[in-house]
């Protein structure tokens, strides 16, 4: 009964780590399509600016070492006296969790110089970008109207009216950091997750050689299991 609880508990934990995988295969592949379409024909300018800017291929690799690992997983649950695979699980398990946390370091260091970073990728951008960005966030010009430029659009149609509104910095830079700390804070809670999971591994490993140290000292007294 209790093998079975602690196997049960392992595979629960197991099938969630999947499902950490399947969300990053699952952004990757619904992401990875705006980064090469035009700009102008998107609604979201702001979180295809940010996904540029992030590891969003890194995480994709990611999601396909946590599906190996899972599929690894399932022969050393299912077959109790092999330990082999459930070894080969523990390390990978600690790769996936090492790239995971590499990947929220990452993006949390970004963001301490995040101001600055916007900054330079705001003038990288084509007035017809910079128009949209002024669009999504009712804002003109970066820092204000005129420093840089506002672009003519029908949110900054005058500069008397482009005066009236904040700079882009403002809305961009509270935007970009609030989705940035959901991205870094879900990667770490991943990185948790794993730990636990190597942890749930680790007690499988121990329950099932305690019972093969106990199935041998049975064969040496003469009374198989």
């Known amino acids: 009964m209790v093998d079975n609880k602690i196997l049960i508990t392992f595979l629960a934990i197991d099938i969630i780590f999947l499902l950490t995988g399947a969300l990053m295969l699952a952004v990757g592949i619904i992401y990875m399509p705006s980064m090469t379409s035009s700009i102008a024909m998107q609604t979201d300018v702001g979180t ?79 007035a017809a970008e910079q128009s949209l960005l002024q669009q999504q966030f009712n804002c003109c010009g970066w820092m204000n109207s005129t420093s840089p430029p506002f672009v003519t659009d029908n949110v900054c149609p005058t500069a008397a009216a482009a005066a009236q509104k904040v700079g882009c910095v403002v809305p961009f830079w509270s935007f970009a950091n609030s989705f940035l700390d959901i991205v870094f ?5 991943i990185v948790a997750l794993d730990g636990i999971l190597f942890l749930s591994t680790v007690v499988v490993l121990k329950d099932r050689a305690q019972k093969e140290r106990y199935r041998l000292i049975d064969e040496k007294t003469g009374q198989r299991i």
Not at 58 to 87: D, E, M
Not at 185 to 189: P, V
């Open 48 to 126: 295809r600016l940010l996904l540029q800017n992030t590891p969003l291929t890194a995480a994709l690799a990611n999601a396909v070492l946590v599906f190996f690992t899972f599929f690894v997983s399932i022969p050393g649950a299912i077959i109790s006296k092999n330990r082999t695979f459930l070894r080969v699980t523990s390390w990978l398990i600690i790769a996936c969790a090492l790239f995971s946390l590499a990947l929220g370091l990452d993006i949390w260091f970004s963001t301490l110089s995040s101001r600055t970073n916007f900054g330079i990728l705001w003038s990288q951008q084509t």
């Open 185 to 189: 804070t879900s990667l770490f809670g």
